[in-house]
């Protein structure tokens, strides 16, 4: 079934609060309600944060599936951008 554009290039920006952090994965929940919990693929983000810290994520859903690690990892990463106060990047 083919996935439809607009699922495709839709982007959306969420913040996020790193609940845990590893080498292999971080865990994040928005902050938004309702909560969501994600578990992303820690290679696939710009920088290893340590618990407690405030991202903000733009993304497309495909985007969001790659850093779960559902995606193929050559995913164009056209709207994907990362900012916290530390770090700021559009990975592509």
């Not at 969420?14 to 929940?29: A, D, G």
């Not at 919990?37 to 859903?61: D, M, N, Y």
């Amino acid at each position: 079934m083919p996935v439809s554009r607009s699922r495709q290039t839709a982007p959306r920006t969420v913040q996020v609060r790193v609940l845990r952090s590893t080498q292999s994965h971080t865990t994040v929940s928005t902050l938004e309600i309702p909560q969501k919990h994600w578990t992303l693929v820690t290679s696939r983000l710009p920088a290893l944060w340590p618990a407690g810290t405030e991202v903000t994520i733009t993304f497309t859903p495909m985007e969001l599936e790659y850093l779960q690690g559902k995606g193929a990892g050559a995913l164009a990463l056209s709207h994907l951008d990362i900012q916290n106060g530390l770090t700021s990047a559009s990975i592509q």
